[in-house]
């Protein structure tokens, strides 16, 4: 006799088959062949069974893929690259990679709107933080790199718009180009990255965003900077490129509850 403890416990393996199923899916034809396997691995299930178990799994997958989420967590923001005013009372921290197409998406369609409405009004002051995926992307961190070191001359924002929209050629050999290309002192850039001086600063980038879970890019932390503006609580997670009205309302949303 299989008793509910015992089905429960041959349905486990299933389950968490199902669950990343429709992580991964989430379509209807999804839904439905996760009822047909439900089906098939006990017919004892009655079709109410079924759809109770399939729905509390859909729960979990919806909160699971929502990308705006609630955080508790504290940053040191050190010394990293940023735009807008240093007092502004809201951080929008970006871990990014210069080869993930998501965060070249992020650049082109949405930042422009971040910038002029909520970084040039002061509403925010946006950090940037690297997480260069090297299995994925083999020239992100010499990118990265290349950033840093126009930040050095005052010119990370225009080199971050250069690199993206030169996003197929990031080859290590190019780099000088891209350098010459926003203006740099080319030589001044080029003892830099000779000196790889700032490999530290981009692997603890890296380490942080695995310690904080991060899987993916662009992934953004939005919170409030302590008072000396060294710091971030960070209070919403947003993960992937996601339009510019559901930062906006995140941002907008925060700035009410903190009045």
């Not at 429960?8 to 992580?23: E, K, V």
């Not at 009655?46 to 859909?58: D, G």
């Amino acid at each position: 006799m299989t008793t509910a403890k015992s089905r429960q416990t041959q349905l486990s393996p299933l389950i968490m088959g199902l669950f990343l199923l429709l992580l991964s899916a989430g379509s209807a034809a999804a839904d439905d062949q996760s009822q047909a396997q439900l089906a098939a691995a006990d017919p004892g299930l009655s079709a109410e069974e079924r759809e109770r178990e399939l729905a509390r799994l859909l729960d979990i997958v919806n909160t699971a893929r929502a990308p705006i989420k609630d955080a508790d967590l504290a940053l040191q923001l050190d010394a990293h690259p940023e735009i807008g005013r240093a007092d502004a009372e809201l951080v929008i921290v970006e871990f990014s990679d210069f080869q993930c197409p998501h965060c070249r998406r992020h650049l082109v369609q949405t930042m422009p709107r971040v910038v002029s409405e909520l970084v040039d009004t002061g509403k925010v002051r946006y950090v940037f933080f690297d997480y260069p995926i090297e299995a994925a992307h083999p020239f992100a961190r010499k990118a990265a790199q290349a950033a840093r070191c126009a930040d050095e001359q005052g010119q990370y924002w225009a080199m971050r718009q250069h690199l993206f929209q030169n996003a197929k050629a990031l080859q290590p050999i190019v780099l000088k180009d891209h350098a010459d290309a926003v203006g740099l002192d080319v030589a001044a850039f080029d003892a830099c990255m000779g000196a790889d001086r700032l490999s530290d600063a981009i692997a603890n980038d890296q380490a942080q965003a695995i310690a904080l879970s991060i899987r993916g890019t662009p992934t953004l932390l939005v919170g409030t900077a302590s008072d000396d503006g060294k710091r971030i609580q960070v209070i919403k997670r947003i993960d992937g490129a996601v339009d510019y009205p559901a930062i906006a309302q995140v941002v907008d949303q925060l700035l009410a509850d903190a009045r």
